[in-house]
């Protein structure tokens, strides 16, 4: 692997962390997802009898 094909760290103005140059053979932008909206939602009739108790419930730290 030569130098050119390494990720370099990069100084970034006005911060205090640096970066890295995206790896070689990735997309440094990638596309997000497709959502489809039109998809039924989750089915309610699988769940079980503690299931909307669970999603309500909040760790006492919260």
């Known amino acids: 692997m030569s130098g050119s094909e390494r ?3 990069v100084r970034v103005a006005g ?3 640096a970066q890295l140059t ?3 053979g990735t997309d440094a932008a990638p ?4 959502v489809d909206e039109t998809a039924p939602a989750a ?4 769940s079980g009898p503690n299931d909307e108790r669970l999603r309500r ?3 006492p730290h919260y």
């Open 15 to 17: 911060s205090r962390r």
């Open 57 to 59: 419930d909040v760790p």
């Open 43 to 46: 089915d309610t009739a699988s």
């Open 7 to 9: 990720q370099r760290i």
């Open 31 to 34: 596309e997000l997802p497709v």
């Open 22 to 24: 995206p790896a070689p």
